[in-house]
């Protein structure tokens, strides 16, 4: 079974410009949240889509947005980008289902770098 | 506010040695509590979740317990080896499928 794939890998923009992130859950998985992970601020939780909806949002700015869509497929958005965008972006899956294993699956992340 | 520590920041241990580390939490009206290990560069791995209703989980040579009421968690790694080089997070969920992360312990084996 193919674990959760994020593309692109890494990105590098600059300011002002706006970037799409891209995760791919595991199979059967029907959750999909993002993470911001910087050295400074650790890891933080951005948004969670569960069939299609955001279900539930972090304490981000409006710039930063999301999708999921029918194949549970998400996008993440980040509008006008600034310097402090610059992290590790963590996409992960869950089954999130009714006594389903809770675990958590990570991908490996998009590193992006804003200049 | 959930806020989740995890102390020391940093640990170094000769191979062979038993890990410990900590976790705590301010809220323990938690669902669950996971603990993650992450290589440099890349995504979490998750070690062992840890259900509210639960006292502990093993797998291998980890071993997970959870006490809610004083909001701490340990993680116990059996005779560390250098493959076990890595930073390890824990994190809770609670309520509104939040998940609040510690801010991770990085840990060396050295051979």
């Known amino acids: 079974k193919a674990g959760v794939t994020q593309t692109p890998r890494y990105l590098i923009k600059t300011r002002g410009q706006q970037v799409t992130l891209s995760c791919s859950p595991i199979s059967g998985h029907r959750s999909v949240s993002w993470y911001q992970q910087t050295p400074g601020q650790g890891l933080q939780f951005l948004f969670e889509y569960f069939s299609e909806t955001q279900r539930n949002k972090g304490n981000f700015p409006g710039r930063f947005s999301g999708r999921q869509f029918s194949n549970s497929r998400s996008e993440m958005n980040v509008s006008t980008l600034e310097l402090g965008d610059s992290a590790l972006y963590l996409c992960a899956s869950s089954l999130a289902c009714w006594g389903c294993n809770e675990k958590l699956f990570f991908g490996s992340g998009t590193q992006l770098s804003v200049l | 506010k959930q806020e989740v520590t995890q102390i020391p920041a940093a640990l170094s241990v000769p191979e062979g040695e038993n890990l410990v580390l900590n976790c705590s939490f301010t809220d323990s009206a938690i669902y669950n509590l996971q603990w993650f290990r992450q290589d440099p560069g890349k995504g979490l791995t998750s070690l062992l979740l840890?259900?509210?209703?639960?006292r502990e989980q093993t797998s291998g040579r980890l071993n997970a317990s959870l006490d809610k009421s004083s909001g701490r968690s340990t993680l116990y790694i059996a005779a560390s080896q250098p493959g076990d080089s890595a930073t390890y997070l824990c994190a809770v969920k609670a309520a509104g499928n939040k998940l609040t992360f510690g801010g991770g312990t990085r840990v060396l084996v050295k051979p």
């Open positions: 840890i259900q509210s209703s639960q």
